[in-house]
Protein backbone atom coordinates (compact mmCIF):
# COMPACT_ATOMS: atom_id res chain seq x y z
CA UNK A 1 0.00 0.00 0.00
CA UNK A 2 1.17 3.46 -0.24
CA UNK A 3 1.07 6.52 1.89
CA UNK A 4 0.88 10.46 0.84
CA UNK A 5 1.40 13.64 2.25
CA UNK A 6 -1.53 15.67 1.53
CA UNK A 7 -1.84 19.96 1.89
CA UNK A 8 -4.36 22.36 1.25
CA UNK A 9 -2.89 25.92 1.59
CA UNK A 10 -4.58 29.58 0.32
CA UNK A 11 -2.57 31.65 -2.09
CA UNK A 12 -2.95 34.78 -3.51
CA UNK A 13 -4.21 35.68 -7.02
CA UNK A 14 -1.25 37.55 -7.67
CA UNK A 15 1.33 35.45 -6.21
CA UNK A 16 0.26 32.16 -8.31
CA UNK A 17 2.78 32.46 -10.77
CA UNK A 18 6.01 32.69 -8.03
CA UNK A 19 4.04 29.86 -5.67
CA UNK A 20 3.75 27.31 -9.01
CA UNK A 21 8.16 27.93 -9.11
CA UNK A 22 8.31 27.26 -5.31
CA UNK A 23 6.36 24.09 -5.89
CA UNK A 24 7.89 23.16 -8.96
CA UNK A 25 11.23 23.55 -7.25
CA UNK A 26 9.97 21.31 -4.27
CA UNK A 27 8.68 19.10 -6.19
CA UNK A 28 11.83 18.18 -8.07
CA UNK A 29 13.47 17.99 -4.88
CA UNK A 30 11.31 15.76 -3.09
CA UNK A 31 10.87 13.60 -6.72
CA UNK A 32 14.73 13.03 -6.75
CA UNK A 33 15.19 12.06 -2.71
CA UNK A 34 12.81 9.43 -3.83
CA UNK A 35 9.06 10.51 -4.03
CA UNK A 36 7.01 8.25 -6.03
CA UNK A 37 4.73 11.58 -7.13
CA UNK A 38 4.18 15.13 -6.24
CA UNK A 39 1.23 17.42 -7.63
CA UNK A 40 -0.03 20.44 -6.82
CA UNK A 41 -3.29 21.57 -8.46
CA UNK A 42 -5.54 25.13 -8.21
CA UNK A 43 -9.34 24.60 -7.19
CA UNK A 44 -10.89 25.37 -10.38
CA UNK A 45 -14.49 24.25 -9.60
CA UNK A 46 -14.40 24.41 -5.90
CA UNK A 47 -17.43 26.14 -3.90
CA UNK A 48 -18.32 27.69 -0.23
CA UNK A 49 -20.06 25.06 1.50
CA UNK A 50 -23.23 25.56 3.98
CA UNK A 51 -20.80 24.11 6.46
CA UNK A 52 -17.57 23.30 5.52
CA UNK A 53 -15.64 23.54 2.08
CA UNK A 54 -12.38 23.99 0.79
CA UNK A 55 -12.46 27.95 0.87
CA UNK A 56 -14.28 27.71 4.40
CA UNK A 57 -11.05 25.15 5.38
CA UNK A 58 -8.46 27.97 4.52
CA UNK A 59 -10.74 31.32 5.37
CA UNK A 60 -10.61 31.87 1.64
CA UNK A 61 -9.94 35.46 0.75
CA UNK A 62 -11.77 37.15 -2.48
CA UNK A 63 -8.08 37.16 -3.97
CA UNK A 64 -7.24 34.10 -3.28
CA UNK A 65 -7.35 30.57 -5.11
CA UNK A 66 -7.66 27.34 -3.20
CA UNK A 67 -4.25 24.84 -3.55
CA UNK A 68 -4.14 21.82 -2.86
CA UNK A 69 -1.49 18.95 -2.58
CA UNK A 70 0.17 16.10 -2.56
CA UNK A 71 3.27 13.46 -2.29
CA UNK A 72 3.32 9.85 -2.78
CA UNK A 73 5.33 7.37 -0.72
CA UNK A 74 5.74 3.22 -0.71
CA UNK A 75 5.16 4.01 2.77
CA UNK A 76 5.43 6.17 6.07
CA UNK A 77 8.73 4.87 6.89
CA UNK A 78 9.95 5.70 3.41
CA UNK A 79 8.39 9.41 3.36
CA UNK A 80 9.85 9.84 6.98
CA UNK A 81 13.43 9.10 5.41
CA UNK A 82 12.31 11.37 1.81
CA UNK A 83 11.15 14.30 3.74
CA UNK A 84 14.47 14.27 6.11
CA UNK A 85 16.75 14.23 2.99
CA UNK A 86 14.00 16.57 1.15
CA UNK A 87 14.48 18.97 4.37
CA UNK A 88 17.69 18.78 4.16
CA UNK A 89 18.56 20.17 0.93
CA UNK A 90 20.33 23.08 0.00
CA UNK A 91 18.10 24.51 -2.32
CA UNK A 92 15.33 24.25 0.21
CA UNK A 93 17.83 25.78 3.08
CA UNK A 94 16.87 29.63 2.10
CA UNK A 95 13.41 29.08 2.32
CA UNK A 96 11.81 31.44 5.10
CA UNK A 97 8.55 31.31 6.04
CA UNK A 98 8.10 34.98 6.52
CA UNK A 99 8.55 35.41 2.55
CA UNK A 100 6.28 32.47 1.48
CA UNK A 101 3.67 33.08 -1.54
CA UNK A 102 0.97 31.97 0.91
CA UNK A 103 -0.31 32.48 4.64
CA UNK A 104 1.31 29.38 6.23
CA UNK A 105 -1.14 29.69 9.40
CA UNK A 106 -4.31 28.92 7.01
CA UNK A 107 -2.22 26.16 5.50
CA UNK A 108 -2.85 22.24 6.44
CA UNK A 109 -1.61 19.17 6.21
CA UNK A 110 -1.02 15.57 7.27
CA UNK A 111 0.31 12.24 6.53
CA UNK A 112 -2.13 9.35 5.12
CA UNK A 113 -2.04 5.28 4.69
CA UNK A 114 -3.80 4.26 1.57
CA UNK A 115 -6.95 2.04 1.83
CA UNK A 116 -7.56 1.87 -1.73
CA UNK A 117 -4.80 1.98 -4.09
CA UNK A 118 -5.77 0.72 -7.64
Known sequence: MSYIDGFVLPVPQARLAEYRRLAR???TVW?????LAYLEAVADDV???KRTSFPQSV???DDE?????YVLYRS???RDRVNTKAMADPRLA???TTSMPFD??????GGFKAIVDL
Open 59 to 61: KLK
Open 25 to 27: KAG
Open 76 to 78: RAH
Open 47 to 49: KPG
Open 31 to 35: KEHGA
Open 94 to 96: GMD
Open 65 to 69: VVIVA
Open 104 to 109: GKRMFW
